[in-house]
């Protein structure tokens, strides 16, 4: 057992990766993925630009569509956000290794929630703000999954890939 244990660690981290601490001034991140939420199965796409080697300021889109039942009809509803956010990124301060990205930062946007006419249970439009921390791990220079956890305008949380250029 314990050779079988070495043998997946040496298989998970036998890659070495020559990432450089998270999004450089001037580097830009394409973030895609899912988020969990319990109004449907949230899909994002976002930028960050780093505009210091710590701190990066970006915008996302998400959208989600999901259906419920109430008072015996189904309804379906439709959630898009737009959203911009700001994150420190705490790798050098740490001094965490430069595979892992840890972060935490605010989000300020715009949802609009769309219902049918008739259901009486939430919807509409309006500004949403909020705060999210997570982290990413780097397989090499332009790529990782991240991580992340939030509330505001987007959703409960996300998971997804990272690519840098």
Request: positive net charge; hydrophobic residues 35%; glycine residues 18%.
């Given at each position: 057992m314990k050779h079988i244990l070495i043998a997946v660690c040496i298989l998970l981290f036998g890659f070495?990766?020559?990432?450089?601490?998270?999004?450089?001034?001037?580097?830009?991140?394409?973030?895609?993925?899912?988020?969990?939420?319990?109004?449907?199965?949230?899909?994002?796409?976002?930028?960050?630009?780093?505009?210091?080697?710590?701190?990066?300021?970006?915008?996302?889109?998400s959208f989600r569509s999901f259906s419920d039942n109430f008072k015996g009809t189904s309804y379906s509803h439709t959630i898009i956000a737009l959203a911009a956010n700001g994150n420190y990124h705490f790798s050098s301060l740490l001094n965490i290794p430069k595979e892992w990205d840890a972060y935490a930062g605010l989000n300020l946007g715009f949802y609009s929630w769309s219902s049918p006419t008739g259901y009486n249970g939430g919807g509409g439009s309006g500004i949403g703000m909020g705060a999210q921390f997570g982290g990413r791990y780097y397989f090499n220079t332009k790529f990782a999954v991240n991580l992340e956890l939030d509330g505001g305008t987007t959703s409960g949380g996300k998971i997804g890939l990272t690519m840098k250029f």
């Open positions: 070495k990766s020559y990432a450089q601490y998270p999004l450089a001034k001037g580097q830009k991140q394409l973030n895609a993925g899912f988020g969990f939420s319990s109004w449907g199965l949230p899909v994002y796409v976002g930028l960050d630009f780093g505009v210091h080697k710590d701190i990066s300021v970006g915008g996302e889109f």
